[in-house]
Structures are given as structure tokens and as C-alpha cells.
């Protein structure tokens, strides 16, 4: 075949598919049920060090604020730091993050998430220029609670919220109702912790 | 295994898929059942501790060639009447360069514990750190590239929370090994720092500004089951194998370690001072006090922590196999009057630790050993005393396999008492336990060289014309563990195994 023709066909082909891959992959805000699956799903875990500057980000907070053991070690930077896939090749030889994900390294996340979680919601609270929590703040209703979801995914995982997300976060309030002796602070802080320590959060 | 165990493998690796998921649940591989459990204890002699430095000494007057030959004079060499092991007390005024008097006296250490002691010789393959250290636990890839210390916790670990720990990192002795059907559970967990590390073992116990108990579960399992698998991250990727991997983690072992209260069980360090935990709602580890008389510098010396926290380990059944040692980092123990230099016995790693030999042969053998000795003796003295639950002591169960690497050059300058050694594949191998055959030695030294020689595997006499290997110290040891080894190909060793 000549090359112009296998050119044209090419082309025309391209033309013909073009807009309706564009409808697939076009999910954008609500467009979660065009959600596809990665044959390969090539993912990797951000190091502590890659994750707590997200959340310090997120969170409007210094990184050294993030989480602090017994007021003391850094969780980042000292008490977590190998759990959380980082190196210290000086004194303890470790010149190469964990290969796999060390048993309670989902359980530090947690403690970091929860530590910086809860002073940003007690900082907003305190007054000043909420960053975050603002809206449940001044009144702690479903369309603040929505206002606040989607800051935080905003915010954290640095793209547009989707009403399903959305949904699930403020859900959460029907789930601690029962258990809970502070609903707004739980509430938020709890939605908080939710995207900081999903995996979108904590993989790449 | 429990079948709940089985279940959770079984939906995960549903959930991993028939791609590259699948080697981490790989069910086919998880056939062994958990028995009556054995602990191993590695301590890794890192950098090379040398055999006829330890219990293997020569006497000056066994050699043909005192002079030139590793061996000491006869005054500074204690035995026992019928038993095979030496030991040397030493002091000098210096370790090789650096100005630091030191004095060990390991005659009490052997006198007390060398009823528990086999040494099996050993001329290994490797004079390369990192590679010979991976032998020692691989057997230079005896079975399938499985390490002694997966393979324990592959046994006897199922139920375990953390079965596999490794307290010291970044060598060879802490590699994973090479075979991918090991169960996910067995492969080892590396804890950089024994004293923080227990922090990481509550989500909520002792985090400021944090949410109780309650709130946390249902914040967790909201997470993981309504607001995840809404997005388009999770769908897209939902066969990653990471993904999975920590999804277990949150899951079942999550539980386990939170259960059991290990942020309390294990932490070494008591209330106050650095560690103020009751400010925090924490607390000690109801057995703290016991591991710290034991382990005194827990707080400035990385191995009495790795070793009071393997012992916590152990005893709280978190654990069946747990590699501890000291690493190339020099510790200095402060305090001390000195009088000319350092003060005495102040340096408690030289550079390097058995490597520092290059330097500083014989000092450097003699403190290293030395401090070996003191971390065997304290983990024995507190297994000993630790009831298993149906009569027998922990210790009944447990073997600790130094493992030492290489051994060094056995020559040194005509008469030197100090001088510098490079490596030697020709050396052995020193184990503690109750099950192996005590204050025995296999094999032996020759003293015009100071080589050592082999021994039949199976009646475990003496044969000069043979050398042991790699192989056959891993089969031994695993033998002596009542590993199941069928299959394997491993070679019979039934000599390192007590009667």
C-alpha cells in the first residue's frame, strides 16, 4: 500500500475513534462511572518524607507540626521515618527504602493523619482564618459538611471531588452519631484522616 | 493456620488477581502448619568475628609455629577439664589506633554457658560482607534462596503477629530471600529503632489531639469500605499488587498488633525523662523493668535495645525469629575516668565492629566477642526464667546462631601481639541451645595453621581431610529447629542435633 493512503486510513480512523475516547476518558467532576482499570496498575507508595509534605500542604501546617511522639520525635522525620519508607544510611545502614511496606506503617499513617488532622480542626477552631473547617465551624449542617469534603479532597488530593465521594465523606457523621461524644470535631477530623491516609493519598 | 488466616489469603489474592498479585498470596505455598514453636535468635558477628578468637584459642604450646600463628600465650588461656572451648581474658592499654584501655573476662561468660555451646567449623565461600553474610542465612542458596529466619517463621509463625523482626538493617544477614512462594507473613519486617518503634503500634494510643478508640475503628472502616472504593484511584488500580499488600496490612495484622497492646508490651523504656508516656496516656512494658536490669544502656547502646526488645519479642509471642547485631557504627559509652586516653572500656563498638580487625586484630576480636558474649548471656539469663506456659522456659525452645560472616587471617607477624588481619573463608560457627549438643564442638582447628577442619554430618567425629559448608551448617540448623525440610535436598546433618 502506498504510504499517503495507509496515512489517510490512519487518519481517518483516529478521527472516527478520537471523540469517543474523549467521552470515556473525560471523567472529570461526577464522571466516576467511566472509571477504567489498569491492566498493569504500576503503582508506588510516596516516601513519609514525599507524604508529609502533601498533608502539611493540605493542611496549611509547617511539617514539623504535622505529628510530634511524646513531644519529642519528629514522626516524619524521626520516630516513623524507615516505617515510612524513608533511608538513614549514616547510623543505621538503611541506604534504600523498605521494598515492601513495613506491618505498621499503615498504622503510623494513622497516627500522623490523626495528630494533623486534629490540630488543624483546633487551630481553625481557635480562630482567625479558618483554613479548612470553617463551614462546620460556624454551623455544623450536611452543606457545610460537604463544603468541608470537598475542601479537603481539594486540598489533599489535589483535584475536583466527586458527588460519590462527596456522599461518602459526609456519611461518615451517621456513622460516629452513636459512638461519638464531639460529632463535629470527629466528624471532621474523621473525614480528614479518610483522605489523608487513602490510598490515592498515600500511592502514586 | 487459622482458617481465618487462610480466608483472608484466599479473598486476597482473589482480589490481587491472577497478575503479578498472585505471587504474594501464593496459596500453594502456605502448606506448612504451625507446631509446638521454636525461636531462633541470629546474632550477626558483623564484620567478621574470628572462631580461634573466641572459643576455638590456641594455646602457644599446641603450635608448631607459635610465632607466626594466631595463637596466645598459655597463661592468658582458661579451659575446662572434658570440655572442647578456650576462652582468653585479655586487657591492653589500646584497640589497635584508637587510645582505649579495655578489659574482658569472657572465662566467667563460657564457665556459666557453655553447656548450651556447640561450635560446628565452617570455610564458607565468600570474603565479600555483604555476600557472606547472606550465606550464613541462605546457606549460599541452599533451598530456594530461603532464609534460615523465613523459614522459621514460615513454620512456626502463622499465628504470630510480626514472626519475622530483624532489629539490625542495611546488611546481608537482614536480606529477604530470593524465593517468592515464602508466605507474605514470613518474609522479615526490619524495626530501625527498638525504643520509638513500639509508637507505631496504635493508631490512637497516645496521639495528641487525637480520636478514641471507637471513633478511629469507624473512621478506619468507613474508609476502607465506603470512601475508597468510590474513587476513581482505587478502581483504576484495584489490581495493584502494593495496593493489596497494604490493604492486608490494615486489615487482620492491623488487629492483631493493636490487640495485644504491643505499643504498651513492648516499649523498653521506662516512664519519664525522654520517654514521659503517662503524660501521653501510655506506659512501660509491664516486664521493662526486668529487660532494663538485664540490658542497662538500652538507652545509648543500640544492641542491649535490640536485644531487650527481642526478648520482649519473644516472650509476648509476637515473634519466632528475630536477627539482631551490632552494626559498622562505633558507640561510645560516656562517663569513666581516663587516665591515659579514653576510660576504660569505653568503647563499646569499635568502627566496624569484628572489621575493625584490619586495624586492630586482637583487641578488636577480644571486644566485639566480648560483647556478643554479654548480649547472649543476658537473653539466655532472661529466657531461662520466662515460663513457657506448660513447664518448660522459653529458653527450652530457642536457639541463638551467632553467625559470623568470615573468619580472618590466621597468621600475623613473627611474635606481634597486635596487628591487622584481612578476611579468611576458613572458620565456624558458634550456637546456643538447648537443641544441639552441648559444650560439643564439631570438627576442629589444626594448630600449625590455624585452620580449621570439617566433620562427618552424621556421627559429627572429627575429620581433618574435610570441610564443612555453608550447606550443611543451614541443614543442621534447620534440623535442629525441627524445620521440615522434606523435598528440600538439603544434606542430612543429624550431628547438630541434640539427642
Known amino acids: 500500500m502506498r504510504p499517503d493512503l495507509l496515512l489517510r486510513g490512519l487518519t481517518r480512523a483516529l478521527l472516527t475513534v478520537a471523540p469517543l475516547a474523549a467521552l470515556v476518558f473525560s471523567s472529570g467532576c461526577g464522571g466516576d462511572e467511566y472509571a477504567t482499570v489498569s491492566a498493569k496498575a504500576r503503582v508506588n507508595a510516596k516516601s513519609g518524607s514525599v507524604w508529609g509534605r502533601d498533608l502539611a500542604n493540605g493542611l496549611g501546617l509547617q511539617e514539623w507540626e504535622l505529628c510530634s511522639e511524646l513531644g519529642a520525635y519528629d514522626c516524619i522525620s524521626e520516630a516513623h521515618r524507615i516505617t515510612l519508607g524513608g533511608v538513614e544510611p549514616t547510623v543505621l545502614g538503611i541506604d534504600e527504602p523498605l521494598p515492601n511496606a513495613s506491618v505498621s506503617a499503615p498504622i503510623a499513617v494513622d497516627r500522623v493523619a490523626t495528630s494533623a488532622c486534629g490540630l488543624r480542626f483546633d487551630r481553625d477552631k481557635a480562630g482567625g482564618a479558618a483554613v479548612i473547617f470553617g463551614p462546620v465551624l460556624k454551623k455544623d449542617n450536611d452543606r457545610a459538611r460537604e463544603d468541608v469534603a470537598d475542601t479537603l479532597v481539594r486540598r489533599l488530593l489535589a483535584r475536583e471531588s466527586t458527588k460519590a465521594e462527596l456522599e461518602s465523606l459526609v456519611a461518615l457523621y451517621d456513622t460516629l452519631a452513636p459512638i461519638s461524644t464531639d460529632l463535629t470535631r470527629d466528624g471532621a477530623v474523621g473525614m480528614c484522616v479518610i483522605v489523608a491516609t487513602s490510598t490515592e493519598a498515600l500511592f502514586y | ?499
Open chain 2, 1 to 499: 493456620m487459622t482458617q481465618s488466616r487462610r480466608d483472608m489469603l484466599r479473598q486476597l489474592a482473589a482480589l490481587a488477581g491472577v497478575g503479578a498479585g498472585a505471587s504474594l498470596f501464593n496459596l500453594e505455598a502456605i502448606g506448612q502448619e504451625a507446631k509446638d514453636p521454636r525461636f531462633l535468635i541470629v546474632l550477626c558477628a558483623s564484620g567478621g568475628g574470628s572462631i580461634i578468637d573466641g572459643p576455638l584459642a590456641l594455646r602457644e604450646s599446641e603450635s608448631a609455629n607459635p610465632s607466626t600463628v594466631n595463637c596466645f600465650p598459655d597463661s592468658l588461656v582458661t579451659g575446662w577439664s572434658g570440655s572442647p572451648f578456650r576462652a582468653v581474658d585479655l586487657s591492653s592499654d589500646a584497640i589497635g589506633p584508637i587510645p582505649a584501655p579495655f578489659s574482658v573476662k569472657p572465662s566467667d561468660f563460657f564457665g556459666r554457658r557453655r553447656e548450651d555451646l556447640m561450635v560446628a567449623t565452617l570455610t564458607g565461600t565468600s570474603v565479600n560482607h555483604q555476600v557472606a553474610q547472606r550465606r550464613s542465612i541462605t546457606g549460599n542458596e541452599a533451598w530456594r534462596g530461603r532464609t534460615l529466619q523465613e523459614l522459621v517463621a514460615w513454620q512456626y509463625g502463622a499465628d504470630a503477629p510480626i514472626p519475622n523482626v530483624h532489629l539490625v538493617a542495611g546488611m546481608g544477614f537482614n536480606d529477604s530471600g530470593t524465593d517468592a512462594s515464602v508466605p507474605t507473613y514470613a518474609r522479615r519486617q526490619i524495626v530501625a529503632d527498638p525504643l520509638v518503634w513500639p509508637l507505631s503500634l496504635d493508631g490512637g494510643r497516645g496521639v495528641q489531639g487525637g480520636l478514641s478508640p471507637e471513633v478511629l475503628a469507624a473512621v478506619r472502616g468507613h474508609r476502607d469500605n465506603q470512601f475508597e472504593p468510590k474513587t476513581r484511584f482505587d478502581q483504576i488500580f484495584k489490581s495493584s499488587p502494593r495496593l493489596a499488600e497494604w490493604k492486608n496490612l490494615r486489615g487482620a495484622p492491623q488487629a492483631k498488633i493493636e490487640d495485644l497492646d504491643l505499643i504498651t508490651r513492648l516499649m523498653l523504656a521506662p516512664d519519664g525523662g525522654n520517654f514521659p508516656l503517662g503524660e501521653y496516656g501510655l506506659g512501660s512494658s509491664p516486664s521493662g523493668d526486668a529487660v532494663r536490669a538485664v540490658f542497662p544502656d538500652y538507652a545509648t547502646d543500640p544492641l542491649h535495645a535490640q536485644a531487650a526488645l527481642a526478648f520482649l519479642l519473644l516472650k509476648y509471642r509476637v515473634s519466632v525469629s528475630v536477627t539482631l547485631g551490632p552494626n559498622f557504627s562505633f558507640v561510645f559509652k560516656e562517663g569513666g575516668e581516663a587516665t591515659n586516653g579514653l576510660p576504660e572500656n569505653s568503647v563499646l563498638n569499635p568502627p566496624l565492629a569484628f572489621d575493625f580487625s584490619h586495624q586492630g586484630h586482637r583487641a578488636g576480636q577480644a571486644v566485639v566477642w566480648s560483647r556478643l558474649y554479654q548480649i547472649i548471656d543476658g537473653l539466655m539469663t532472661l529466657l531461662k526464667a520466662e515460663d513457657f506456659g506448660d513447664g518448660t522456659s522459653f529458653w527450652d525452645r530457642t536457639m541463638i546462631y551467632v553467625a559470623t560472616e568470615f573468619g580472618r587471617e590466621k597468621t600475623r607477624p613473627s611474635g606481634a601481639q597486635e596487628w591487622g588481619t584481612g578476611h579468611d573463608l576458613n572458620n565456624g560457627v558458634m550456637v546456643f541451645s538447648p537443641l544441639v549438643p552441648g559444650d560439643t564442638l564439631l570438627g576442629g582447628v589444626d594448630p600449625d595453621t590455624g585452620l580449621t577442619y570439617g566433620f562427618d554430618p552424621v556421627t559429627g567425629d572429627p575429620d581433618p581431610g574435610r570441610e564443612t559448608a555453608e550447606a550443611e551448617i543451614f541443614a543442621g540448623l534447620l534440623g535442629a529447629l525441627d524445620i521440615d525440610t522434606s523435598g528440600s535436598g538439603l544434606p542430612s546433618v543429624p550431628a547438630m542435633r541434640r539427642a
